[in-house]
């Protein structure tokens, strides 16, 4: 029942979104994200302690013989957002490969520590589109982002990598991680995440001689989540640089990302400075609580904190088809009220090319 209610609060603030406009001449793009402990200054591996993302964009990815598409455009349809994307025609598709891992502090003990989150994995597949009003002035732009994920919780892909990781790059430094088998839904188990997220521009400098070129910009977010992490956020993202690329194109961090790349109409060198900061209430996530496999060691529902908050700060550089992203600092408040609870942080590298 909670969920359908941030389900139906997000389609409120769509009422009125959807108007004819024309296609997007869509380019095609690959790009890599690595989430990683050390790719910030503090480097501390613990809680979401490693996430990898690919993703290829382009007309070919929203093909029904994909089948995640298929399933996507059925969960558009019956949340009611098929309408949005069928009479806004300016759009962006895309799918992406993701996995992400979670471990307590404590990574050398065998048997669950109760005072501190679970291990858990999620490797996904997931389809999205994004449906764009770019016409008129900046009171009148919008987007809305629908993305499918279709994953398995309780993998070892997180277990491997870890591991990986600490004996070729920490070995000696870093303890190799034996808690794996305590993971929630060890084993495997399917699961499902539907997220919404919808963006819109409250202000922008130009440049003075080319008012092609952004200077400054600044977006409202509204985000919802049904599934495996079911929660509803919303923030604002601030950049500040030399920059073409539509605020569509600027999705918050990592795992969620659509596409950061530019178009081919861009200009050829951008660059800037983001930052970006949400709230995010928080109803059910399985990889604390357990989904429906029995688990040795989960978190109670009272254990679980229902309000987060998140920060993140970064630098983009982009020449060409190539960008870079960087962003050695995104926060996270304490996902738990246990005795171990505590506040996370982690870094991030994408690298993206569109043709």
């Not at 109760?114 to 389809?127: E, F, H, K, Q, V």
């Not at 209430?281 to 109670?300: D, M, S």
């Not at 992203?325 to 738990?336: A, F, G, H, K, M």
Request: charged share 20%.
């Amino acid at each position: 029942m909670k969920s359908l209610l941030i389900i139906s609060c997000l389609l409120f603030v769509l009422n009125g979104y959807a108007q004819t406009a024309q296609r997007i001449d869509t380019t095609t793009g690959f790009g890599l994200i690595f989430d990683q402990d050390f790719f910030t200054p503090q480097n501390q591996d613990r809680n979401y302690t490693m996430g990898v993302s690919i993703s290829v964009n382009g007309p070919l990815y929203d093909k029904n013989f994909l089948v995640v598409p298929w399933l996507r455009k059925g969960a558009d349809r019956l949340f009611g957002i098929k309408k949005w994307h069928n009479d806004g025609e300016k759009f962006l598709t895309g799918m992406q490969l993701v996995d992400g891992a979670f471990t307590p502090l404590n990574i050398e003990s065998t048997v669950p520590v109760t005072d501190d989150r679970p291990y858990g994995n999620i490797l996904g597949l997931a389809s999205s589109r994004t449906t764009i009003n770019e016409e008129g002035d900046l009171s009148e732009n919008s987007s809305i982002t629908s993305r499918l994920v279709v994953g398995i919780i309780g993998t070892r892909v997180g277990e491997a990598v870890q591991t990986y990781i600490h004996k070729t790059f920490f070995e000696g430094k870093r303890a190799v991680p034996l808690g794996w088998p305590t993971q929630i839904s060890d084993g495997g188990e399917p699961t499902l995440l539907y997220q919404l997220q919808y963006m819109k521009p409250i202000f922008e400098q130009r440049d003075s001689k080319n008012e092609t070129i952004k200077r400054i910009q600044a977006t409202w977010l509204l985000e919802t989540n049904l599934g495996y992490f079911t929660n509803m956020a919303s923030g604002f993202s601030f950049r500040i640089g030399r920059f073409t690329t539509p605020f569509w194109k600027f999705s918050n961090s990592g795992m969620s990302a659509v596409s950061q790349a530019p178009a081919k109409k861009d200009i050829k060198t951008q660059f800037m400075f983001f930052v970006q900061f949400r709230g995010r209430a928080v109803v059910y996530n399985a990889l604390l609580t357990g989904q429906f496999k029995k688990n040795e060691y989960e978190l109670q529902s009272k254990q679980v904190n229902r309000f987060l908050l998140e920060a993140e700060s970064g630098v983009l550089l982009s020449i060409k088809r190539l960008t870079i992203i960087y962003q050695p600092y995104i926060l996270r408040t304490s996902e738990t009220a246990l005795p171990l609870a505590r506040n996370h942080s982690w870094g991030s590298l994408a690298v993206y090319y569109n043709w």
